[in-house]
């Protein structure tokens, strides 16, 4: 390709990413006219599913994206996956009843989920082999990076809202429509990547494990605890058959000529470790955002929307990181420096959070967010990276998807489990009920209430640092490795906007995954 092509290549990719993100924001500002319209009667009760249709649908494609992509090659899967969200978006925006539209957005969800993982492998392959050499990077992509996660975190909601007073929900799925299509016909005519004539067969199977087994997990964390009992039938049934789908799969794994995840990626140091962080990371981001919106609406009295103005912090202090980061990796770090400078200001950011009380000011929040924003900067690209430059060039697309696919199991169990500690600690110290009931209580009782609510989140984020203190050590174990060098801009770009999706996504979903609200 030209330099002009790869231009077009990278801002390719960045529509893209940014389309995804704004996605997966957008519909949650627009769930009460879209059921007033479809189901004014029962479609309260269909929301969860009309948010998890997503999540879960693109999860499960995950695994079966990357070996697509190894196999076919990266472009092919990246205009089909663009193809099925554009299908997923026409049929959403015809939806005429809430199981439809909730079929439709598991359709979405499948192109998704090749939107915000395909899209990274197509971002690697962009770059010339003297630039995978060594992990070049720069300063520049840092404040493209910024920008994308800033619209993705403000832009998303604001404009679901507008489309959904202004215009017609439909809206929120049509506008998709054509910028996917540019972005098809773009990609069709310009795009050049490496073409893989080998015949290889294809493990469905083992990706039908995974899927079942990734999407049993999610289920069994959305439903427990809140819909269903963690003792309930249902619920242990749902988790003994996960673990059973889990070790079908690392069993077919072992055995499978073309697994799609090779058990082999694990014995490389570097993949190894960069899996368990981003997970650990994963799981320890999804608790902060999820109870930092909980502690600002439920104890300190601030509407959702005006929460969501606290993630502006953050977003500089990814910016902050995008922008410094082309001096630093003059001075002289490494990816292992930058990760490790991220999980050690992630767990200070998180540190500072369990501080929280009643009255605290809110400036203490916005420094921890900024300083979260520092951290998380520092690291989910670096990890994409990591594992990218050590992976073998013919598993590059399940090792990409492996990251993502260990993040978003990460976050899963993060947000079940710390929401199990919140549940209990507050049972244990709260005067009575459940967190929902705060809201009817007065006086006394009301604030006893509310300090056992906020001195159950400062479990919260201490489990929460804990999390991101084991990310850290093993941040610490992971080889020197190569030194960025700071001359390919157009890296920087690819490896900012990486980190910037994945933080963004992370935010929608603390908004539409997070425990019901206290009324």
């Known amino acids: 390709m030209t330099h002009r092509q790869r231009v077009i290549g990278f801002a390719l990719c960045i529509a893209t990413i940014l389309l995804a993100v704004l996605d997966t924001n957008i519909v949650s500002a627009a769930t009460v006219p879209i059921v007033g319209d479809l189901d004014p009667v029962h479609g309260v009760d269909k929301i969860p599913w009309l948010i998890a249709a997503y999540q879960l649908a693109a999860t499960a494609a995950l695994p079966l994206y990357g070996k697509l992509c190894d196999v076919i090659g990266a472009k092919k899967v990246f205009i089909g996956a663009v193809a099925t969200f554009l299908a997923g978006s026409a049929l959403c925006g015809m939806a005429g009843s809430m199981g439809w539209l909730i079929a439709a957005r598991a359709l979405q969800g499948i192109g998704g989920g090749g939107l915000m993982s395909v899209t990274m492998v197509v971002l690697r392959e962009l770059k010339g082999p003297e630039e995978k050499d060594g992990g070049k990077g720069g300063g520049k992509g840092g404040s493209v990076g910024g920008i994308v996660a800033g619209a993705g975190m403000a832009l998303g909601p604001w404009l679901g ?49 995974a899927a079942a087994f990734s999407t049993m997990l999610l289920l069994v964390t959305q439903w427990g605890g809140k819909d269903h009992a963690w003792s309930s039938p249902l619920i242990i049934g749902l988790s003994t058959a996960t673990v059973a789908a889990l070790a079908l799969f690392v069993r077919r794994q072992a055995t499978a000529a073309e697994p799609v995840l090779p058990l082999g990626l694990f014995r490389i140091r570097e993949i190894r470790y960069g899996f368990a962080i981003q997970g650990l ?139 199990t500690v919140l549940s209990r600690v507050y049972a244990a110290r709260g005067p009575g009920g459940t967190t929902s009931t705060i809201g009817g209580l007065t006086g006394h009782a009301r604030r006893q209430a509310l300090d056992a609510f906020v001195s159950s989140t400062s479990v919260v984020f201490w489990s929460a640092t804990a999390v991101m203190i084991l990310a850290a050590v093993l941040a610490a174990r992971l080889p020197a490795g190569v030194r960025r060098k700071p001359e390919a801009a157009e890296e920087a770009k690819a490896e900012a906007t990486e980190t910037a999706s994945e933080v963004a996504e992370v935010n929608a979903t603390a908004f539409t995954t997070a425990p019901p609200l206290p009324r």
């Open 281 to 419: 990371v994963g799981a320890a981001m999804m608790g902060s955002m999820v109870y930092v919106m909980i502690y600002l609406q439920v104890v300190r009295g601030i509407a959702a929307s005006a929460a969501g103005l606290y993630l502006i912090p953050m977003a500089i202090g990814m910016t902050a990181v995008g922008l410094l980061s082309d001096r630093l990796a003059t001075a002289g770090w490494s990816q292992k420096s930058f990760v490790v400078s991220g999980t050690v200001c992630a767990s200070a950011a998180l540190a500072l959070l369990a501080t929280l009380s009643t009255d605290t000011s809110l400036w203490t929040v916005r420094a921890a967010l900024l300083l979260m924003g520092v951290g998380f900067g520092q690291l989910i690209g670096q990890l994409i990276q990591l594992v990218q430059d050590t992976a073998p060039a013919a598993q590059l697309g399940v090792a990409t998807t492996g990251v993502r696919f260990f993040q978003t199991l990460g976050g899963a169990l993060g947000a079940a489990v710390f929401g």
């Open 161 to 209: 809202g507008v489309l959904a007073d202004h215009a017609d929900w439909r809206w929120i799925f049509y506008v998709n429509l054509p910028i996917g299509l540019a972005v098809l016909a773009a990609a069709v005519r310009v795009l050049k990547l490496p073409a893989h004539s080998a015949r290889r067969t294809i493990d469905f199977l083992g990706a039908g494990l």
